[in-house]
Nanobody, 124 residues
Framework: QVQLVESGGGLVQAGGSLRLSCAAS????????MGWFRQAPGKEREFVAT????????DYANSVQGRFTISRDNAKNTVFLQMNSLKPEDTAVYYCAAASGTYYYTREYEYVYWGQGTQVTVSS
C-alpha cells in the first residue's frame, strides 16, 4: 500500500506559478512511476504529466507542455509539479498517482494508488 498526500495548491493569478508536492509513504517510492492528473468542474479527469521511477524520462499532456515540469526526489519520497504561466483553464483539482512498472504511464487505469487531490484555481 502507498499513501499519497498532495499539497501546494491555491489561488493564483493568470501568468503566475505554483509548485505542487506529493509526499508518499508506505512501500518503496522508487519502485513506482508517478503521475499527475487533474479534474476540472464538470469534466473528466485528465492526464497532466508522468515520470519514470528513476526520473530519467517524463511525458506531458500537450496542453501543459513547456509550462509544467514534473520531477521527483526519491530520497524524500516526493514528486513535484512545477506549474508556470498558469491559465484560467488550468483550474482543477490536481491528483498525484503511483503506477507499479518500469516505464511512465498516461492512462488512469495504469495507476494503482491515488491521492486525495489539491485545488488549483487560476483567476483571470
Amino acid at each position: 500500500q502507498v499513501q499519497l498526500v498532495e499539497s501546494g495548491g491555491g489561488l493564483v493569478q493568470a501568468g503566475g506559478s505554483l509548485r505542487l508536492s506529493c509526499a508518499a509513504s508506505g512501500r518503496t517510492f522508487s519502485n513506482y512511476g508517478m503521475g499527475w492528473f487533474r479534474q476540472a468542474p464538470g469534466k473528466e479527469r485528465e492526464f497532466v504529466a508522468t515520470i519514470t521511477r528513476s526520473g530519467a524520462r517524463t511525458d506531458y499532456a500537450n496542453s501543459v507542455q513547456g509550462r509544467f515540469t514534473i520531477s521527483r526526489d526519491n530520497a524524500k519520497n516526493t514528486v513535484f509539479l512545477q506549474m508556470n504561466s498558469l491559465k484560467p483553464e488550468d483550474t482543477a483539482v490536481y491528483y498525484c498517482a503511483a503506477a507499479s512498472g518500469t516505464y511512465y504511464y498516461t492512462r488512469e487505469y495504469e495507476y494503482v494508488y491515488w491521492g486525495q487531490g489539491t485545488q488549483v484555481t487560476v483567476s483571470s
